[in-house]
């Protein structure tokens, strides 16, 4: 079985940061991509920031570019999400997700159950 964790979010107020973790536990082989997400209430799931296996290749959404950093640590199995500058419109609930390689079953991704981000005017 394979699991991820989120942690880090709560209540901030505008023009303030949060660092969100989330953590992949069980076994595996390999994690590739890994990625953050967010849904708003009445809204669809959105696409916040990817990274690849390597670190190198991020990709961001527009409304986050340049207040909003993602970064890994293989060693710990753990993405982050660094935001900075948050506004109202950043409340969501925040959902990381990963391809993740396990012998005998592929490669699938999985999700963590969410953290509510709640930011205040």
């Known amino acids: 079985q394979v699991q991820l964790v989120e942690s880090g979010g709560g209540l901030v107020q505008a023009r303030g940061s949060l660092r969100l973790s989330c953590a992949a536990s069980?076994?595996?082989?390999?994690?590739?991509?890994m990625g953050w997400y967010r849904q708003a209430p009445g809204k669809q799931r959105e696409l916040v920031a990817t990274?690849?296996?390597?670190?190198?290749?991020?990709n961001y959404a527009d409304s986050v570019k340049g207040r909003f950093t993602i970064s890994r640590d293989n060693a710990k199995k753990t993405v982050y999400l660094q935001m900075n500058s948050l506004t109202p419109d950043d409340t969501a609930v925040y959902y990381c997700?990963?391809?993740?390689?396990?012998?005998?079953?592929?490669?699938?991704?999985?999700w963590g159950q969410g953290t509510q981000v709640t930011v205040s005017s």
């Open positions: 997700n990963a391809d993740i390689y396990r012998l005998g079953y592929g490669t699938n991704t999985y």
């Open positions: 069980g076994t595996m082989s390999l994690i590739n991509a």
């Open positions: 990274i690849a296996f390597g670190g190198g290749g991020t």
